[in-house]
């Protein structure tokens, strides 16, 4: 006799000698009648929380409604979000009073916005989303997932003490740590993991034998969200696989000169084409119960367009206002892509099922 499918049910299989588990979405099986909660225990599904790190921000008298309440009307910098405005609260007018310390530029601002407080010494305060993390995310295999979409490993999650907990640039690298092999060490300074693994072969190969297992033990309608689950997986599968593999050689094509490697997320195409494939990755982890929060840091620092010579950080010290417009041009630029990118992440996460509605209905997202 078949045991009988639960929240917990984890499809295993082997990947180049090593064992590699996918996790099963909520499935309707799982959910009581009418979907709205858990089966076996009657308990509401599990919340998400999400924090999203721009750290330039909007430009004033730009950005807040001109009008208070539910009947608000976007301003021109967040007309992009106007898809989930009923879901959004647009908080302006709020102040930190710092009792007599120093403000210091490019800190605590950063400080207050991700602890809600100025650390007094040397011993920093927690993040707010460890705290929350600390309640919610004891019973998933990550307790929080940190991404920088323009690359590196900057991140603003620190626990009490000021420990790290760092982010990760790269798609192929947070696929390998969810889908791949778990022997990669996800704090390690030095973190490298082999996405070629995940090239060679497919996870889902790893598990077919499970899956159809599974797929011949549910109704219609979890059959159909089982295939929509692995059939996305399988893109963004098919997505990575594409930038692991060497292109197809061209004769016109020369080798220039040797140089240095340049970080990936540096430019705004990779980090439109990174924003799209991590918001699946998440969606997937959250769907599946890996994660429960989550921190998105968008980065300035580095960030420009295709032959620009400034970057946005740069831009906001150098470039000067314009004179009709009010506002500093090619800054404003960079808020409105920056905006465009929160969207389209959140737009992802919209369309994933969860329970009665989507992932985006279960989080609070901090921005």
Same mark, same amino acid.
């Given at each position: 006799m078949?045991?009988?499918?639960?929240?917990?049910?984890?499809?295993?299989?082997? &990947?180049?000698? $090593?064992?590699?588990?996918?996790?099963?979405? *909520?499935?309707?099986? !799982?959910? +009581?009648?009418?979907?709205?909660? &858990?089966?076996? $225990?009657?308990?509401?599904?599990?919340?998400? *929380?999400?924090?999203? !790190?721009? +750290?330039?921000?909007?430009?004033?008298?730009?950005w807040k409604p001109a009008?208070?309440?539910?009947n608000y009307q976007n301003n021109a910098e967040m007309k992009v979000l106007d898809p989930f405005r009923e879901r959004i609260n647009v908080i302006s007018g709020t102040k930190y009073f710092l009792d007599g310390r120093p403000l210091e530029t490019h800190v605590s601002g950063v400080q207050i916005a991700t602890m809600g407080s100025l650390p007094l010494g040397v011993d920093s305060d927690p993040s707010l989303?460890?705290?929350?993390?600390?309640?919610?995310?004891?019973?998933?295999?990550?307790?929080?997932?940190?991404?920088?979409?323009?690359?590196?490993?900057?991140?603003?999650?620190?626990?009490?003490?000021?420990?790290i907990n760092p982010s990760e640039p790269s798609p192929a690298a947070l696929y390998t740590r969810i889908f791949g092999p778990e022997f990669n060490d996800p704090n390690s300074a030095e973190f490298t993991p082999d996405p070629q693994v995940m090239a060679r072969r497919s996870v889902l190969s790893a598990i077919s034998e499970e899956r159809k297992g599974v797929m011949s033990r549910v109704g219609a309608a979890d059959r159909a969200r089982l295939d929509e689950y692995f059939?996305?997986?399988?893109?963004i599968e098919q997505q990575l696989d594409m930038e692991l593999q060497k292109p197809a050689p061209m004769a016109a094509c020369r080798i220039p000169d040797k140089i240095e490697q340049a970080d990936p997320g540096r430019n705004v195409a990779a980090v439109e084409r990174n924003n799209k494939l991590f918001a699946g990755l998440l969606a997937h982890a959250i769907a599946c119960g890996q994660t429960r929060v989550f921190n998105m840091n968008f980065g300035t620092q580095g960030l420009r367009t295709p032959g620009g010579v400034r970057d946005w950080h740069s831009l906001t010290h150098e470039e000067p206002i314009d004179p009709k417009l009010g506002y500093q041009k090619d800054v404003t630029w960079f808020i409105d892509f920056a905006t465009r990118t929160f969207a389209e992440f959140l737009t992802t996460l919209d369309r994933y099922k969860e329970g009665p509605g989507s992932v985006l209905d279960l989080s609070l997202i901090h921005i």
């Open positions: 078949s045991k009988p499918l639960n929240r917990r049910t984890v499809l295993r299989g082997m &990947l180049g000698g $090593t064992a590699v588990s996918v996790a099963l979405p *909520f499935l309707d099986c !799982f959910l +009581n009648t009418n979907g709205t909660a &858990l089966a076996a $225990t009657g308990g509401e599904l599990p919340v998400v *929380f999400g924090s999203w !790190f721009q +750290n330039l921000g909007f430009n004033p008298g730009r009008t208070l309440g539910a989303d460890t705290t929350i993390a600390d309640v919610i995310g004891n019973r998933t295999r990550f307790k929080s997932i940190e991404i920088a979409l323009s690359g590196g490993r900057q991140s603003l999650s620190r626990r009490k003490g000021g420990a059939t996305s997986l399988r893109q």
